[in-house]
């Protein structure tokens, strides 16, 4: 028991980062607390937008980062060596490579591509499936996204033939004719 808290009262930040003091007028955020499973990058992301007026101050970005970690990484954290951290760029690097394996792999293209409307499926909920996928995907595949949500919708489906017989430039544009479909649809229900 000793042995961990003596652990835990080690600073792994060096000297040039632990003797900084905090701004007398900061006010201590709340952040999303990360739990070990999800995506290192997207919570340091999250961290950096909420520490955004802040950015430019290294050594609060370290001290503050700490704040938003749940139990399995403080623990991570507790135990890295003492003076080894110097920047919030080799806090945040070393946090991403620990938990790297909870990394989130954009879905790839031919995901999208085999998508289609099930028999009996509504609009809505073949929309909701489809763009849920895009969602996923971290490339913008605009012509693709309308000719494979296109083709994946029965040839007999008005909304299909309005599609062809009078084509979308844009994805925006591919929404609205969805969200007037759907809306017939929701009518007929």
């Known amino acids: 028991m000793n042995k961990a808290l003596d652990q835990i009262s080690r600073s792994p930040f060096t000297h040039r980062i632990e003797g900084v003091k905090l701004p007398r007028r900061f006010h201590q955020l709340t952040f999303t607390i990360y739990n070990g499973r999800t995506d290192p990058v997207e919570h340091v992301s999250q961290f950096n937008q909420r520490m955004a007026i802040h950015s430019r101050n290294e050594a609060l970005m370290c001290k503050v980062f700490p704040s938003s970690l749940g139990p399995v990484a403080m623990r991570w954290f507790n135990s890295l060596k003492t003076n080894s ?6 806090l945040t690097q ?96």
Not at 85 to 90: A, L, T
Not at 127 to 146: A, F, K, L, P, Q
Not at 163 to 182: A, E, F, G, H, N
């Open 94 to 189: 070393v946090f991403c490579s620990r938990f790297v394996t909870n990394s989130r792999v954009p879905q790839p293209l031919s995901l999208l591509l085999s998508l289609s409307m099930h028999e009996g499926e509504t609009l809505k909920a073949y929309s909701d499936r489809y763009w849920e996928m895009y969602n996923e995907m971290d490339e913008n595949h605009n012509d693709v996204t309308i000719s494979t949500f296109k083709s994946g919708l029965p040839t007999e489906h008005g909304l299909r033939k309005s599609l062809t017989s009078k084509p979308v430039t844009s994805v925006c544009q591919l929404m609205d004719r969805i969200d007037k479909y759907k809306r017939v649809e929701e009518d007929q229900l």
């Open 85 to 90: 951290i110097d920047s919030n760029k080799q």
